[in-house]
C-alpha cells in the first residue's frame, strides 16, 4: 500500500535529520535489492523455520470457545517462537539485511524489553555487537529481560530523558544512529519511524498472516471472519492483517492500550485520543497536546505505553479497513489470567488486550464463526508485574 | 534579497541559539535584546519541543524546563512581537515539524510573519519533506533553511540549489552538544556547496570556544552556537542575560579575528 517516497495515503514518509537522510536512503536501496534476491528469501526462510521455530501453530481453543459460547476461536502461537514474542520475525530479516549491508552493530530500542531480547539475539547469532535503549522505567518493570539481553551479549542503556519509556528509548535509538551510521543498523522493532522502516517491517511481519490464512484454510476450509492483534506501534497487528488486506469479509480489529481508561490522562490509545502529526520519522496518529507536545502516555504494558502508531495503520483506520478498539488495564490482567484458567496459556500482557476484546467479540458472533487472535508474546515476562498490580508483594 | 542576507553583510556572523521560555520568557526577552546589542547577526529562537531527537542533552533539558516553565507556541509569538518594536537583528525560529504542523502549518507561518521573523529552520524535515512546510514558508517572507551534514555528500548539489537564506553546516555527526574537537573537513564541505549556490553558510553543532569559532568561520560565513549558551542559561536562569552578552561578545570578536 505504500506509495512514492513510503506514504500511505497522507501518512508515512521521512521526517528525519539531513544527517541520517543517506542512511535510510541506503537502506531502502539495499532493501529493494535484497528482497528480490532469491537467496536472502531462501536465508531468512531458513532462518524462520529452523532458528525461530516457524510456522508458529494456528490452536483451536476449544475450551474459550465453549466457554465463550459463540464465534470459534483460533490462535495464533506467536508467542511459541524462539525468544518468546513476534519480533524475531522481524529483527531477523533485518539482520540478515544489515549483515548483507556490510554492518557490525545493532541498535535498538525496546519497550517490554521482547524486541531488545530479540535483536540480542540475532546479533548473537550473527557475530554482530549490539545495543539496546530502554526507558529507565521499563528496566524497573522489566528486569528479567535487561538480563536476557546482558546474557545474550548486548549492552543495555537505560534511557533517563523525558518519561523513560518506549518513545525515549526510541528517541536515543535515533540519536546514536546519527552519532554513529557507518558501521550501525537500527533495527526499528515495529512498523513505525521514516521509510523504508514501515514498509520493510510489515513485510517481515506479513510472515504471521501469510500462514494463518494456509493454516485456516487448511483446518476450515474458509477464511476467518475476524483477525484480532494487540496495537502498539502495531507490527504484529499489520503482520496478522497483511494477507488478508484484499478480503472484506475478514474484519481486522486492533487493540489499542487505553491504560486506566480513554476518558482519563493514564492512556496509550492512540487511535481513540490522539490526532495527526509529525513525529519519530513519520506522519500518523499521535497522542499529544494542543501545542503539538507529544503526550506522556501510559500502559500496564511496556510494550504497547507508545504514544503514536505506525503509519499503515492510520490509513487502515482512515479507510475504515481496520477498526481499533481500546482495551483497559483491568481488562488485559482480566484475560491475561483468563487465559491462563481457560486454556493453560500464559499470554504476554500486550497480547492480553487482544485476548479481552476476543472475550468481548466472540459472544456476540454466531457458533460458525471463526475468529482469530494473534498471541503475539508469550507472559513469562510480566507475571511478576501483574501479581503487583493484583497486590501480591512479588518480586523479580 | 532576503531579510537574512543582512546577517551576513557585517563580517563573518555569529549566530546563537536560545531555548525560548528557558528559565522563563521574561528572560528569553531579556537575552535576546542583550545579544543583539552584544553583535549577534541572527538569533535562532528554538520553540520548546516534548522530543527534540536532533538535540544533545543540553539543550533536550532546556526544551522540558522551557515547558515545564509553561512556554508555548503562543506565548513565544508575543515575545517575538514585542521584542520587533525595538530589535532589528534577524531572527529565526527553530524547532520541529509536530510544532508547527499542529499549529496549522499555514497559520504558524502567517504569525512568523507578521510578528516580524525572517525564517524557520526544521531539523526533522529534510529536502523530501520541505514541499509541505515550504509554500507556506515563502508566502509569508520566511526562508526554509536547509541543512547539509558531513552525510549528506551526493544530496549537496540537490539542497544547496534549492536552498534560501543561508546554508545550515551541520559540522559533525550526531546531536547538538558541545564537542572537544570537529573533524569534519568542513573547508572541502563549504567549497562543494559554494559550486552551486552563492548563498552563506554557516556553521553548526559543536562549537563552544572562541577558538572553534574562529576556524569555523574562516571556513565559513559564520558560526552558529548553541549549547554552550543553554549552558550558561541553565546555570545562571533568570542572572544570565550578563553572561550571555559577554559570551556573545567574545563569540563575536572570534569570528571575524582570521
Known amino acids: 500500500m505504500a506509495g512514492r517516497a513510503g506514504r500511505f495515503g497522507i501518512h508515512g514518509g521521512q521526517y528525519i535529520p539531513e544527517t541520517l537522510m543517506n542512511a535510510v536512503i541506503e537502506l531502502e536501496q539495499a532493501y529493494s535489492r535484497w528482497r528480490a534476491a532469491p537467496g536472502f528469501q531462501a536465508e531468512l526462510t531458513a532462518l524462520f523455520n529452523d532458528y525461530a521455530g516457524r510456522p508458529s501453530r494456528l490452536y483451536f481453543a476449544g475450551k474459550m470457545t465453549r466457554d465463550l459460547g459463540g464465534a470459534k476461536i483460533y490462535l495464533k502461537r506467536e508467542d511459541l517462537n524462539h525468544t518468546g514474542a513476534h519480533k524475531i520475525n522481524n529483527v531477523l530479516g533485518q539482520a540478515l539485511l544489515a549483515r548483507k549491508m556490510g554492518k557490525t552493530r545493532l541498535i535498538a530500542e525496546t519497550g517490554a524489553g521482547q524486541h531488545g531480547v530479540a535483536t540480542a539475539t540475532a546479533a548473537a547469532l550473527m557475530d554482530m555487537e549490539c545495543v539496546v535503549f530502554m526507558g529507565k522505567e521499563d528496566t524497573i518493570r522489566q528486569a528479567l529481560n535487561v538480563y536476557r539481553m546482558r546474557l545474550l551479549g548486548a549492552e543495555v542503556v537505560p534511557v533517563t530523558e523525558g518519561t523513560g519509556t518506549l518513545k525515549d528509548a526510541c528517541s536515543a535509538a535515533f540519536r546514536e544512529w546519527t552519532r554513529r551510521i557507518d558501521d550501525t543498523h537500527y533495527c526499528l522493532g515495529s512498523v513505525m519511524g521514516p521509510h523504508p522502516f514501515p514498509t520493510m517491517v510489515r513485510d517481515f511481519q506479513a510472515v504471521i498472516s501469510r500462514e494463518i490464512r494456509a493454516q485456516i484454510l487448511e483446518k476450515e476450509g474458509r477464511l476467518p471472519d475476524a483477525a484480532l492483534a494487540c496495537v502498539g506501534g502495531g507490527s504484529n497487528a499489520i503482520g496478522s492483517f497483511h494477507h488478508f488486506l484484499p478480503d472484506s469479509s475478514v474484519r481486522l480489529i486492533g487493540c489499542e492500550a487505553a491504560g486506566r481508561g480513554v476518558d482519563t490522562p493514564d492512556t496509550a490509545a492512540t487511535i481513540a485520543t490522539g490526532k495527526l502529526g509529525i513525529f519519530h520519522g513519520m506522519k500518523s496518529y499521535f497522542c499529544q497536546d494542543e501545542y503539538g507536545q507529544i503526550a506522556p502516555v501510559y500502559s500496564i504494558s511496556a510494550g504497547l505505553d507508545y504514544p503514536g502508531i505506525g503509519p499503515e495503520h492510520a490509513i487502515l483506520h482512515d479507510t475504515g479497513r481496520a477498526e481499533y478498539v481500546a482495551v483497559t488495564d483491568e481488562e488485559a490482567v482480566d484475560a491475561f489470567e483468563y487465559l491462563a484458567r481457560t486454556e493453560g496459556i500464559i499470554p504476554a500482557i500486550e497480547s492480553a488486550h487482544a485476548v479481552a476484546c476476543a472475550k468481548k467479540l466472540a459472544p456476540t458472533m454466531g457458533k460458525d464463526q471463526i475468529l482469530v487472535v494473534t498471541l503475539s508474546g508469550r507472559g513469562d515476562k510480566d507475571c511478576a508485574a501483574i501479581a503487583r498490580y493484583r497486590g501480591e508483594d512479588l518480586h523479580e | ?258
Open chain 2, 1 to 258: 534579497m532576503s531579510n537574512l542576507a543582512q546577517a551576513f553583510a557585517n563580517g563573518k556572523a555569529f549566530i546563537p541559539f536560545l531555548t525560548c521560555g528557558d528559565p522563563d520568557l521574561e528572560t528569553t526577552e531579556a537575552a535576546v535584546r542583550a545579544m543583539a546589542r552584544a553583535g549577534a547577526d541572527l538569533i535562532e529562537l528554538g520553540i520548546p519541543f516534548s522530543d527534540p531527537t536532533a538535540e544533545g542533552p543540553v539543550i533536550q533539558a532546556a526544551n522540558q524546563r522551557a515547558l515545564s516553565a509553561g512556554a508555548t507556541t503562543d506565548k513565544i509569538f508575543e515575545m517575538v512581537r514585542r521584542l520587533r518594536r525595538d530589535v532589528t537583528v534577524p531572527l529565526v525560529f527553530m524547532t520541529y515539524a509536530n510544532v508547527v504542523f499542529s499549529y496549522g502549518t499555514q497559520r504558524f507561518c502567517a504569525a512568523c510573519g507578521e510578528i516580524g521573523a525572517d525564517g524557520l529552520i526544521l531539523p526533522d524535515v529534510p529536502y523530501e519533506e520541505k514541499g509541505e512546510f515550504e509554500p507556506a514558508c515563502r508566502r509569508h517572507g520566511l526562508d526554509l533553511i536547509s541543512m547539509i551534514a558531513p552525510t549528506s555528500e551526493l544530496r549537496i548539489a540537490t539542497i544547496a540549489k534549492e536552498a534560501r537564506g543561508f546554508l545550515y553546516v551541520v559540522s559533525s555527526l550526531g546531536v547538538t552538544g558541545v564537542r572537544g574537537t570537529i573533524t569534519t573537513d568542513i573547508g572541502a564541505m563549504v567549497g562543494k556547496i559554494r559550486k552551486h549556490t552563492q548563498i552563506p553558510c554557516a556553521v553548526g553543532f559543536g562549537i563552544s570556544s572562541p577558538e572553534q569559532a574562529a576556524r569555523m568561520a574562516a571556513l565559513s560565513d559564520g558560526a552558529i552556537v548553541g549549547s554552550a549558551i543553554v549552558k550558561l542559561m541553565e546555570q545562571y536562569a533568570t542572572q544570565a542575560v550578563p553572561h550571555v552578552a559577554e559570551y556573545v561578545r567574545t563569540m563575536k570578536q572570534a569570528v571575524n579575528s582570521r
